[in-house]
């Protein structure tokens, strides 16, 4: 086999990487409380009311986002962008957060349920799950051991927390519906947050060059 001498990249290139690793892992880690990723005494991030099948995925998918939007606000601060139009941006991600937010309130208790673990020190722990129903569904399959019409976490309590027989009782396709819903709402949620905090500080930004 025959060595091949690599070149030394550029500047540019270097500078590159370091502006990659800084928005990939850097934006990462400074958020790694808010994701849900770092526990903080007193605090629960919004990712806490998900599955934790869920959440192993979810947190390094919304780091990825909320990085992607931190490089389109660095790059805005460097183009001629009119206070007006930071403005509509602005109002247009608020209306987006607060929708997708209210949305998941509404939805979340059809789509989930919370099953006690037990006791962590002098509070009562939860497991969520998604059933993507409030209640047990009719036409069960003889290895479901559930009534139609029992409630979910009667359901769930009775048949355990493996992930083969919530979805033998409430079904795959139901479950995963309701897992993409959760998922693309929490996306926005997550990235509206980080979208209007970035054109805040980038009017912010833009007033202080005027002055």
């Known amino acids: 086999m025959t060595d091949v001498a690599i070149d030394e990249p550029t500047a540019t290139a ?3 990487v370091l502006r ?7 934006v990462g880690i400074a ?3 808010w994701l849900g990723k770092l526990k903080v005494r007193g605090f629960s991030a919004l990712i806490e009311l998900y599955p934790e099948s869920l959440q192993d995925w979810l947190i390094p998918v919304s780091a990825a986002l909320v990085g992607m939007i931190v490089v389109v606000i660095d790059f805005a601060t460097n183009e001629r962008t009119s206070k007006a139009a930071i403005r509509r941006w602005f109002i247009a991600t608020v209306i987006v957060f607060v929708a997708t937010l209210l949305t998941m309130v509404w939805i979340y208790p059809d789509l989930v349920v919370r099953v006690e673990k037990g006791l962590e020190g002098d509070r009562m722990a ?7 129903t409030p209640e047990v569904p009719g036409r069960l399959p003889a290895k479901c051991k559930c009534t139609p019409g029992d409630p979910a976490e009667q359901c769930v309590g009775d048949v355990g927390l493996k992930p ?6 409430f ?5 995963n519906r309701a897992t993409r819903a ?4 929490y996306l926005a949620v997550m990235a509206s947050f980080a979208g209007a905090v ?8 833009n007033r202080e060059h005027v002055s």
Do not use: E, F, S
């Open 14 to 16: 270097k500078q590159l």
């Open 198 to 205: 970035g054109l805040g500080w980038l009017q912010w930004k």
């Open 20 to 26: 990659i690793l800084g928005y990939g892992v850097w």
């Open 171 to 175: 079904g795959a396709v139901r479950i």
């Open 126 to 132: 939860y497991l969520a799950v998604v059933t993507g």
């Open 182 to 185: 959760l998922t693309l709402l």
């Open 164 to 169: 083969d027989n919530v979805r033998t009782c």
């Open 31 to 33: 958020l790694a409380p």
